[in-house]
């Protein structure tokens, strides 16, 4: 972490008094200070620069700060910009009356760390680290950031689809120093995947990731198409064999595990279900009569349905009471609904208060949206479970790295150990290419006859 010189913390605390913070919020504002000039050197940002400010409070909300704290922290940066600046035009007009002949004269080494080192912009923190503070070349990206959320938007893009897509977009827009979006080009790109491979050493499928934002972003954003794109270094992708977990291996797991997490992991591997799927099943997704579940909206905006286990019918129907009567006190307390799906309740106005759309794993308390004051019930969410999981697991003592996603990758190849047939599986996984299904055939021991042997000889 950056360290604040002993001059600039003087000058900067006798600044942000005069301005009227208090003695017990200064270290508050110096921390934030401290913070943001070492998140300027580390993205590359300019110290008195729209755009790392920008940035800055970006990553604090990413990293689930508060909007008090994003307000806290701002002012503090924007007090630096004022202190700098003023102390900029001090000396500058000082530099003016010492070339009119003034006879006052600075005193010896009288340039102190912390200060603007004449007409050069730059700001000595330490002795051996520098942040630029320089009058920012760099260009506003703030509408290419609005029309890229309006064009996910625009295709029904998911939540995490966007959220990935802006980081590998601000990423980029650091990685060429906020260059003017109107002159990025392919070569950009290039140079960016490159680095991303090379330098920093990513993921096969984090850079294919990056390749695929950029993609979007050209096409929809700056109305450009990439052409050919040659001579990039592409980080290999080595080939994945899945986690698979015996079928005594989960029962352990589930055995470990209290409800409703139980329910949820054993709902996971009996029907192949992902994490996210799983957890945002509605009442309405449930038909006990024909023994069936549809999951709406999955991976892609696919929909399918697949056969509920019968050995779970009970706890189904248990939870599905716990839901009712949840959904019978939310309705006595005067609660605003549940969350829904794009402009579903504008269109619906009671939908959110209907038994048809409450979740079926709900959330233990109501959330209150910000701005609104609003109640309304959200499902379990992801983290709960994934730290339920793992302590289950450690219990268990399992000598496997075991995710949520891995009951869907047992659920794949024990159907596949049984004979079931590759087509039929690819259609319970949801899988739009019997390719991907494909890879489960690495996963248990082979059954097939080797030795050739003629049709006529076969007794069918």
Partial sequence: MLRIPPDLVDRYSRYIQQQGVTAGQQRHYLKWLRYYLDFCRKYNFQALNDQGLAAFLAKLKQKKQGPFFRKQARHAVILFYNLEREEKTANFNHADQHALGSHESPAKNARPAGRFEGKTGRLTVEPEHSVDVSIPQGAD???????????????????????????????????????????????????????????????????????????????????????????????????????????????????????????????????????????????????????????????????????????????????????????????????????????????????????????????????????????????????SLQKALRRAVKKAQIPKRVTSHTFRHSFASHLLQANYDIRTIQQLLGHSDVRTTMIYTHTVKSLTLKEAKSPLDLSL
Avoid at 175 to 181: H, I
Avoid at 246 to 275: A, K, Q, T
Avoid at 325 to 340: I, M, P, Q, T, Y
């Fill in 141 to 383: 990206w703030t509408a290419v950031f609005a029309e890229l959320k309006n064009s996910i938007a625009m295709r029904h893009y998911s939540p995490r689809t966007l959220k990935t897509y802006v980081g590998w977009t601000r990423k980029f827009q650091a990685f060429l120093k906020s260059k003017e979006p109107g002159q990025v080009d392919v070569e950009d790109v290039k140079g960016f995947l490159t680095w991303l491979a090379v330098e920093k050493n990513v993921s096969a499928s984090s850079q294919n990731q990056a390749f695929n934002a950029l993609l979007f972003l050209f096409r929809h954003v700056f109305g450009k198409e990439f052409g050919k794109v040659d001579g990039i270094v592409r980080a290999k992708r080595k080939p994945y064999i899945p986690v698979v977990l015996s079928r005594e291996e989960v029962d352990r797991i589930i055995g470990f595990m209290n409800h409703p997490y139980r329910l949820i992991i054993s709902l996971m591997y009996g029907c192949g279900l992902r994490i996210s799927e799983c957890l945002s099943l509605r009442v309405g997704n449930f038909n006990f009569d024909m023994k069936i579940l549809t999951i709406h909206d999955g991976k892609g905006q696919k929909d399918r349905t697949v056969p509920l286990p019968d050995s779970l019918m009970d706890e189904l129907r248990s939870q599905l009471n716990r839901v009712v009567s949840l959904h019978e006190e939310d309705c006595r307390a005067g609660f605003d609904g549940v969350f829904l799906y794009g402009q579903l309740e504008k269109k619906y106005k009671n939908a959110a208060r209907e038994l048809v759309w409450q979740w079926f794993f709900p959330a233990r308390n109501l959330t209150v949206v910000s701005g609104s004051n609003e109640r309304r019930r959200y499902h379990v969410h992801e983290t």
